[in-house]
């Protein structure tokens, strides 16, 4: 049951280019999609978020785009730096407040 | 900045034995949540918590695990009697109020002999 895909399980990209990370899903109900961001040993960080009433929400470097008829989000962190090597989780929600639905992760490598 | 912890950051414990996950949500925080990520697998849903009981539980959550507010700071996981495939990154999360994102905590390892 993989209601949160992400089917890259890993991306390398040179430090100051954009990197893209993508996320597919397949319940319509969701109504929060969510970004997460791991360091090994740490647990998830929460990186920028969008509801199902906007297409873009963006902070910073990172800008994340919801196409909900294609039931895909994106995360582009533009420029890419490499203190943002990490795993990159997409989750979504129902609900802010009720269980997250997470995607097996993204390993980010930004190259110097 | 406030941050959810947890301890320990590494359990060992031989199967059929109890063990107790403790988490200390951010101060102010109403909701609060268990995950667990086993080895090279997606982060799963376990148990969310509110108003001292039971919002809400996935399958997996099943009679061997029960959660408990014991006070004002805490959150426990209990595992009453761990399997093998117990095995796994326990992350508690937690948030303020129903429209805040969940905050994460580094993770306790549980590694079942």
């Known amino acids: 049951d993989q209601q949160v895909k992400q089917n890259s399980p890993s991306l390398s990209v040179q430090e100051g280019r954009i990197s893209i990370l993508n996320c597919d899903y397949t319940?319509?109900?969701?109504?929060?999609f969510l970004w997460y961001k791991k360091y090994p040993a740490e647990g998830p960080t929460f990186l920028i978020s969008?509801?199902?009433?906007?297409d873009k929400n963006e902070d910073g470097r990172f800008t994340v785009f919801l196409n909900k008829s294609a039931k895909h989000l994106s995360l582009h962190i533009v420029p890419s730096q490499p203190g943002d090597s990490a795993v990159y989780f997409c989750?979504?929600?129902?609900?802010?407040?009720?269980?997250?639905?997470f995607g097996k992760g993204t390993r980010l490598s930004v190259i110097a | 900045e406030p941050e959810v912890t947890q301890t320990p950051s590494h359990q060992v414990t031989q199967m059929g034995q109890e063990v107790i996950l403790r988490c200390v949500p951010i101060?102010?925080?109403?909701?609060f949540y268990w995950y667990r990520q086993i080895l090279g697998q997606k982060v799963e849903f376990l148990v969310s918590?509110?108003?001292?009981?039971?919002?809400?539980k996935s399958e997996i959550f099943d009679d061997q695990f029960s959660v408990e507010r014991p006070d004002g700071s805490n959150f426990t996981l209990k595992i009453r009697s761990t399997k093998l495939e117990d095995s796994a990154m326990y992350f508690c999360?937690?948030?303020?109020?129903?429209?805040?994102?969940?905050?994460f905590g580094p993770g306790t390892r549980l590694t079942v002999l």
């Open positions: 999360a937690s948030t303020r109020q129903a429209t805040d994102t969940q905050y």
């Open positions: 319940n319509s109900m969701f109504d929060y």
């Open positions: 969008i509801s199902s009433i906007k």
């Open positions: 989750a979504a929600a129902l609900e802010l407040n009720t269980p997250l639905v």
């Open positions: 101060s102010n925080h109403l909701y």
């Open positions: 918590f509110y108003n001292n009981e039971i919002s809400e």
